[in-house]
């Protein structure tokens, strides 16, 4: 199985602040890769696909980079409501694997 | 919108077989057809496991983790997608979600149902 990591665990940061989540392939996904949103209590939120590729009714302040092994979500601007658990998930080969999560708080 | 809702029993013993439906219903139009669907649990720890996909037309891919376990089943006179996993463990306990999968092959859930808690203890 491909084993996604990312980094850090947990981000502190503020309001207006700019935020880089870093997600690790064990081995290539090219860019096969998505990126979820989960507020406490619900279900996760498709934010991105193929790496970089925004899901409609997305704000544009979140992007996406990478391919291969490394990957980036970028919040251009934290707003209080991005406060969440953010993971990646691959898809180039089964079993799709997803990343253990990045708690972002204010 | 499409919407999906998952119903099951909420509590089991080791060793018994957990049994959920996914059940979709949305504007007209919003169907089994012609998508992937897939089952993805969430562990207490908050780690995500993708259990496997099928396809409207029946055909599916399984975690390899899971497959002696496993069976997926969609019904598409009534809108629903099955999941069935046999001699559950306490491992098992999870916030059990289905989705509706974008992409070739379902590849990114681009929609959840809510998810169901289901618990696995004697």
């Known amino acids: 199985d491909i084993q996604m990591t990312q980094s850090p665990s947990t981000l502190s940061t503020s309001v207006g602040d700019r935020v880089t989540i870093t997600c690790r392939a064990s081995?290539?996904?090219?860019?096969?890769l998505a990126w979820y949103q989960q507020k406490p209590g619900k279900a996760p939120n498709l934010l991105m696909y193929?790496?970089?590729n925004l899901e409609n009714g997305v704000p544009s302040r979140f992007s996406g980079s990478g391919s291969g092994t490394e990957f980036t979500l970028t919040i251009s601007s934290l707003q209080p409501d991005d406060v969440a658990t953010y993971y990646c998930?691959?898809?180039?080969?089964?079993?799709?694997?997803f990343g253990q999560g990045t708690k972002v708080e204010i | 919108q499409v919407q999906l809702q998952e119903s099951g029993p909420g509590l089991l013993k080791p060793s018994e077989t957990l049994s959920l439906t996914c059940t979709v219903s949305?504007?007209?139009?919003?169907?089994?057809?012609?998508?992937?669907w897939a089952w993805i649990r969430q562990s207490p720890g908050k780690e995500f496991e993708w259990i496997g996909n099928?396809?409207?037309?029946?055909?599916?891919n399984y975690n390899p983790s899971l497959k002696s376990r496993v069976t997926m089943s969609v019904d598409t006179s009534k809108n629903q997608v099955s999941l069935k996993l046999i001699s559950v463990t306490a491992a098992d306990t999870a916030v059990y979600y289905c989705?509706?999968?974008?992409?070739?092959?379902?590849?990114?859930?681009?929609?959840w149902g809510q998810g169901t808690l289901v618990t696995v203890s004697s």
């Open positions: 989705a509706r999968m974008a992409g070739a092959s379902g590849a990114y859930a681009r929609f």
């Open positions: 949305g504007v007209s139009g919003d169907s089994i057809n012609p998508f992937y």
């Open positions: 099928i396809y409207y037309s029946g055909s599916t």
């Open positions: 081995q290539s996904v090219r860019t096969w």
């Open positions: 193929k790496a970089s």
């Open positions: 998930q691959q898809y180039i080969n089964y079993p799709w694997t």
